[in-house]
């Protein structure tokens, strides 16, 4: 018989496979954890990103503008007929350039629209629609439903108005819903 046997018992073989098991399912959940909150913060810079390419197109189209109107949520932005200094005599009136949809001025007027699609359901979709091309360009899919425009005249300036967009865009990340909201208050005068 032997008397010094060297091995685990099946109560310690069970307690070091119970330990085990309650370690790696606590390290799974803070590596889960971490990589929920990594998604999530990389969904948000995306957003940020995604809002200020938006506010900027929006800008560059009302420092342009002759004209702006909200409608039913929408944006309408006219433009001014292209006219062209003559190079020679800086103090000569301006003098009508051209048509819209060609050049430097492709469109008279823009609209910024927001519906909802089938493929952003149930956010909206911010489209920007050249009226003279004819051409859409779908700025984004997640766009949230507080978004708005509003548009108030500006004191300062006889003909100035201030643009005040509220974007609020939105995704989802692990079935958790991440939002970015940014308001950019646009001066522009005619």
């Keep these: ?13 069970l307690a070091s496979a119970i ?12 590596f889960l954890g971490a990589w ?17 390419r ?20 929408n944006l309408t932005i006219n433009f001014p007929p292209p006219l062209l200094t003559d190079p020679t005599d800086p103090s000569s009136p ?17 609209d910024y629209q927001l519906a909802v699609t089938p493929l952003s359901a149930p956010d909206l979709t911010l489209t920007r629609v050249g009226q003279t091309t004819g051409t859409s360009t779908v ?3 997640r766009v949230d439903a507080n978004t708005n425009f509003v548009l108030e005249n500006n004191p300062a300036f006889v003909n100035g108005f201030i643009l005040t967009v509220n974007l ?3 995704d989802q990340v692990f079935r958790q819903v991440v939002s970015y909201q940014q308001t950019k208050e646009i001066v522009a005068r005619n």
């Design 1 to 13: 018989m032997i008397k010094n046997r060297r091995g685990f018992t099946l109560v310690e073989m």
């Design 19 to 30: 330990t085990i098991g309650i370690l790696s399912a606590m390290m799974y959940s803070i």
């Design 36 to 52: 929920i909150s990594f998604e999530t913060e990389i969904t948000r810079i995306d957003l940020a990103q995604e809002a200020s």
């Design 54 to 73: 938006i506010l900027s197109v929006i800008e560059e189209d009302v420092m342009e503008s002759l004209s702006l109107a909200v409608n039913g949520g």
């Design 94 to 110: 301006p003098i009508f350039a051209g048509t819209f949809g060609t050049g430097n001025f492709p469109e008279s007027q823009v």
């Design 139 to 141: 700025l984004s899919q």
């Design 168 to 170: 609020d865009l939105r």
